[in-house]
């Protein structure tokens, strides 16, 4: 039982780059989320997925793109990487919206220069 | 949207010693917070968590109070270890999804 999967665990990309964090859940979760982690400032919310076939804006989501592939899967995207970007980013996952606690992923960690 | 204040952000205790952390929030709808411990280079774990019919819940040398009039929250781990050193961290659910506090980085002094 592998719970949360992130790809890749490092990234390095040039300023204007592309890229797309992939994340994946086989606890059969509903809910799927994007944090973001910068020193001192805890994880804060990109984007998440209440249930299948949906996507609403967290706390920091400019800049940034997400798809929610199927109940499975929950990728985040970067259209044009900025320097401001750099940060370890989570996916977690729950069983819904509600109050139950997030199983995370184990981070990725990027850095755009 | 919620806040979610902790204190203090650093603590350096000595072995055997209790660590206390502090969370307030925001909103009063929240109802649900829980804690997570995040060891260097790890993911955030899940420790302990409490509802806001509860007032207090304990898991061994780990325990958990909510004060909803004051709208906070607290961790008390009583006889901690070097193993307790991590970056601590509460968070409170509001409609939608987990506001999380800053952080709390214990050092256990052997």
């Known amino acids: 039982n592998a719970g949360v999967t992130q790809t890749p665990k490092f990234q390095v990309l040039k300023t204007g780059q592309s890229m797309t964090l992939q994340c994946a859940q086989d606890?059969?979760?509903?809910?799927m989320y994007w944090y973001r982690q910068d020193p001192g400032m805890g994880l804060r919310l990109i984007y998440y997925s209440a249930s299948e076939g949906t996507t609403d804006k967290g706390e920091v989501p400019n800049g940034y793109n997400v798809s929610r592939l199927n109940k499975r899967e929950f990728s985040l995207r970067l259209e044009s990487a900025a320097p401001s970007q750099t940060s370890v980013y989570f996916c977690a996952s729950s069983p819904t919206t509600g109050d139950y606690g997030y199983t995370f992923g184990s981070g990725t960690r990027l850095t755009v220069v | 949207g919620e806040n979610v204040e902790q204190h203090p952000s650093t603590l350096s205790v000595q072995e055997g010693d209790s660590a206390v952390i502090k969370c307030t929030y925001s909103d009063s709808a929240s109802n649900y917070f829980p804690w997570y411990k995040q060891e260097l280079g790890k993911r955030p774990q899940l420790i302990i968590d409490?509802?806001?019919?509860?007032g207090e819940k304990k898991d061994q040398r780990i325990a958990v109070t909510l004060n909803k009039t004051a709208k906070h929250f607290s961790l008390h781990i009583t006889e901690t270890q070097p193993e307790d050193s991590a970056v601590y961290f509460c968070a409170a659910h509001e409609e939608r999804a987990l506001t999380f506090g800053s952080g709390t980085r214990l050092q256990v002094q052997p």
């Open positions: 409490i509802r806001s019919n509860v």
């Open positions: 606890m059969n979760h509903n809910s």
